[in-house]
């Protein structure tokens, strides 16, 4: 709390927000502890401003069998699980996906589809072929199988809610 009070002292805001504003700040105080905890364990040089008894402290848990296991879980993770397929990235670059979209209406003559807007942004070169990861493959495949299959049954089949 210590911390959040100074930075009120800093910043002013509505006080009937106080407990939104608190929900936020902490949220990035935790992400920010986290890299700054992440850069002293990688670099593995203890700083001048952490005392040594922190930092023995520190050492002795990052090699405890307890951390190693947590560490090599959020690898597999962070790698896509056991499988390796990593999360889909898009091919958006600094556009958003509504810039896209608005794009894409000017080309085509038409409001994409979502499936349409999904293909373009994880496609290499917008080439709608080549497919930035295996995730972003198999997501349109079975978007795209899906759809085949709400034609069969119906003519009117709804794009945006596939």
Known sequence: MFYFREFQKSFYWNSSIDHLVYGVWEKRARVRYKDFLNKLHTKD?????????????????WSSSEAVTIADRNSTNKKGGPEGVSVSIHTGGTLSHQEHADRL?????????????????????????????????QIHERVVESLQSQQMNDDNVDHARV
């Open 45 to 61: 040089e203890r700083p001048r401003y952490i005392s040594e008894d922190i930092w023995e402290n520190w050492m002795q848990y």
């Open 105 to 137: 209406e000017s080309s085509m003559g038409w409001s994409p589809y979502p499936h349409e807007l999904f293909l373009h942004t994880h496609t290499r070169n917008h080439d709608g072929v080549t497919f930035v990861n295996d995730r972003a493959r």
